[in-house]
């Protein structure tokens, strides 16, 4: 869970603003919604008959917010899941515990370094990428799996989500846009794994979007 969490966040962190590429409420609800994918690829969740996701492994005690991601899936769709786990119903702003877990993650790991000021007393969170190479070998692999080329199933879930945030584009600006749409439109319809893990995992893409337009239109309205 926490590797394609990790990726996922890492590519959206611009090496020169040391900033996101897309707002708070997408990083949330796409981390939600990386967390379940990684769940469902590692077998740590199932999918059954109704649609509705299991967990197939004993979940430890543990008072974290990656065993809570686990036990808020069991027993719901994915969609509701995501929400669950980091999006529209999240009251106790578990998309931000997400958001917290990864980055501290990517912080240990060395990967990117804290550089969060403050303006009259606001933080204004900035990483800067220590390690760009890595940031670039996931690029390099999503670059793969644009072109066709048969890659593992992570990768094609990251292309979704990150397609399903708004971010991809901009990740990908030399790009021909049309090709590009077109090969997302093609890993949706056609899934990475057996039939009902796939028609899950297109779920988890569609609610990312679905959770991102939501908090968008409330943001405005507001």
């Given at each position: 869970m926490q590797r394609l969490c990790g990726d996922f966040l890492l590519v959206l962190l611009s090496p020169d603003s040391q900033r996101p590429v897309v707002g708070g409420a997408a990083i949330k609800a796409g981390l939600a919604g990386a967390a379940i994918a990684a769940a469902v690829l590692d077998d740590r969740l199932v999918v059954d008959t109704?649609?509705?996701?299991r967990t197939a492994v004993p979940i430890?005690?543990?008072p974290d917010i990656w065993t809570?991601?686990?036990?808020r899936a069991d027993g719901i769709k994915p969609k509701k899941a995501v929400a669950r786990c980091?999006?529209?119903e999240d009251f106790?702003?578990?998309?931000?515990?997400l958001r917290d877990a990864t980055i501290a993650n990517l912080l240990e790991s060395g990967i990117i370094e804290d550089r969060t000021t403050r303006i009259i007393g606001i933080p204004i969170r900035r990483h800067a990428v220590l390690q760009p190479h890595t940031r670039d070998a996931i690029l390099t692999r999503l670059s793969t799996a644009l072109d066709g080329e048969p890659g593992a199933p992570q990768d094609d879930v990251l292309l979704l989500l990150l397609s399903a945030v708004g971010a991809?584009?901009?990740?990908?600006?030399?790009?021909?846009?049309?090709a590009l749409d077109a090969r997302v439109t093609e890993l949706r319809s056609a899934g990475v794994l057996a039939d009902a893990v796939s028609q899950a995992l297109r779920d988890l893409d569609t609610a990312v979007m679905a959770a991102v337009v939501a908090t968008t239109v409330v943001i405005a309205g507001s």
């Open positions: 109704d649609g509705r996701l430890a005690e543990v809570e991601v686990l036990r980091g999006a529209g106790a702003d578990r998309g931000g515990r991809l584009r901009t990740l990908f600006p030399n790009r021909d846009q049309r």
